[in-house]
């Protein structure tokens, strides 16, 4: 067994025994399955401080101490049409993990307007979410667990330019929050990577307009997919959803307990799961082989065939995925064929994230161990072009999230994927900025802006690690645009 599980093993006893316990923060309705438990070390003033100060690293949980109170940050009184929203990890991870929102106006370009702090560190902020009216962010905790605190942070961006955190929770079955994808009626769908205890199976967790959690899918009652999640590794990185025709295909990355110390290798899967959105249920289970880690999958709009791109990370390839054809081997649905591959800069890059333009045309995606950032036109998925040079050395260390602007005129890149420290073997380089590159007329890319998140927070934050993003288009007033 892992030398780690036994202390992840207390931690699941833990929480199991506090399921009833009341959730904090501003939303006070309790989650039906959902908790949210309080820090085991309040903020005392004069006290904590010092706990948080010289902490000792722990093998694998790690002491739960509070923040350390953060130093006033300058922000700028002006209201900008575009917005970024940027889910932030201190560096030094004893300051709080906190929501940038900046202006992305060319006038403006770079002025923050707000920093939200969230009441605990170290959670290592993973990806963030919009719902669809655009009046709540939710952002993930990769490393919450260690701290066995809350894994999911809730803001509320009704006023746009002062977003306020709401409350936060935890899966009682899952953990290691990652993609998050809004619901039409309200609520998310959040693939949680790992176990309770960061093992496999993880789970699909879905929550109501309030953020509680109200189930994570498969159900254990539903015996068929929950014997496909234990019988097969099931560690959901990837999410997209199809709400028209009522399907949802996860990803499966890495088992997120393997990459701790000491560990016999980081356990990755050549995986997707395809759900019905009608029953919750797992319809089938398709293979990208030796695809060593399936990262990320999104349907590419506007295809008849609701086809789908995916990542193999160890393969630095683009598959595309057909849900609905039906595989000959299986007699289920779900084929997987090779649709491009990235070259050298992409094979064995840890990880590689995407982008797909509205109208399904055009492709963008990270490599993070290649410190590139690749385009492709799409618009022929049987004569895939490159828009990018691939021998290009970029100004850029270790990209990860990308996120095209809704107008399509820039192409947002955050220089930063994981640390997880000493006790991990998951430590990629970043130059930790936020890099707004212009998109060129034919959907190629030109390295333009920065802004340095280290150098702006060293005094305030320690630092500063930006993993993910939202933005705001608020243009026309009468068709904002959320993404």
């Known amino acids: 067994m892992h ?36 820090p085991l070390i309040p903020k005392i003033p004069g006290v904590t401080e010092p706990l948080s100060e010289n902490a000792i690293p722990l093998p694998i949980l790690q002491l739960p101490t509070p923040p350390l109170p953060s130093i006033p940050f300058p922000v700028k009184d002006i209201k900008p049409k575009k917005i970024g929203y940027i889910w932030t990890g201190a560096g030094d991870n004893k300051h709080a993990d906190f929501l940038a929102t900046i202006s992305l106006d060319d006038d403006t370009f770079g002025q923050f307007v707000a920093i939200t702090d969230v009441p605990t560190s170290g959670n290592s902020p993973h990806h963030l979410g919009v719902s669809y009216d655009g009046k709540t962010l939710v952002g993930g905790g990769l490393l919450s667990l260690l701290k066995t605190q809350d894994t999911a942070f ?24 990652d993609e998050i994808r809004a619901k039409p009626d309200g609520g998310f769908y959040i693939t949680y990577m790992g176990s309770a205890v960061g093992t496999s199976p993880g789970k699909l967790v879905e929550t ?10 498969p159900a254990v009652t539903d015996v068929p997919s929950t ?22 295909l996860t990803s499966d990355f890495v088992v997120p307990l393997s990459v701790l110390k000491p560990t016999l290798g980081i356990q990755r899967a050549n995986t997707l799961r395809l759900f019905s959105l009608k029953t919750h249920s797992i319809l089938s289970t398709i293979t990208i082989p030796n695809g060593q880690g399936i990262q990320d999958v999104k ?83 049987n004569n ?34 994981v640390q997880a420290g000493d006790i991990s073997v998951l430590n990629t380089p970043g130059d930790y ?23 702006t927070f060293t005094r305030t934050y320690g630092g500063a690690r930006p993993h993910s993003a939202v933005l705001f288009d608020l243009t026309d007033p009468a068709k904002p645009v959320y993404y």
């Open 3 to 38: 030398s780690g599980l036994v202390g992840f093993a207390f931690l699941g006893s833990l929480v199991n025994h506090l399921v009833q316990a009341t959730p904090t923060g501003a939303n006070d309705k309790r989650s039906p399955l959902g908790i949210s438990l309080p």
């Open 384 to 417: 895939v072009k490159r828009l990018d040079d691939p021998n290009e050395t970029q100004p850029i260390i270790g990209p990860h999230y990308v996120k095209l602007s809704p107008d399509g005129k820039n192409l947002l890149v955050l220089g930063y994927f």
């Open 154 to 177: 809730y803001f509320d961006t009704s006023d746009p330019y002062q977003p306020k955190f709401s409350h936060s929770n935890r899966a009682i079955l899952s953990s290691i929050v």
């Open 433 to 455: 900025k936020l890099h707004w590159l212009d998109v060129l007329p034919n959907g190629g890319i030109r390295f333009n802006r920065s802004i340095d998140f280290e150098q």
């Open 208 to 217: 109501d307009a309030l953020g509680n959690i109200i189930a994570e899918w």
């Open 299 to 381: 349907f590419i709009p506007n295809n008849p065939e609701a086809a789908a791109i995916a990542t193999a990370v160890g393969l630095g390839q683009v598959w595309i995925i057909y849900p609905l054809r039906v595989n000959p081997l299986t007699g289920k649905p779900g084929v997987a064929k090779l649709l491009y591959d990235l070259g050298p800069k992409a094979k064995d890059s840890m990880a590689i994230y995407s982008d797909i333009s509205p109208d399904g045309k055009l492709a963008y995606f990270t490599l993070t161990l290649g410190n590139h950032v690749a385009a492709l036109d799409i618009s022929d998925l």
């Open 227 to 248: 014997l496909n999640i234990l019988t097969q590794q099931f560690s959901p990185h990837g999410l997209t959803v199809d709400y028209e025709r009522q399907i949802a």
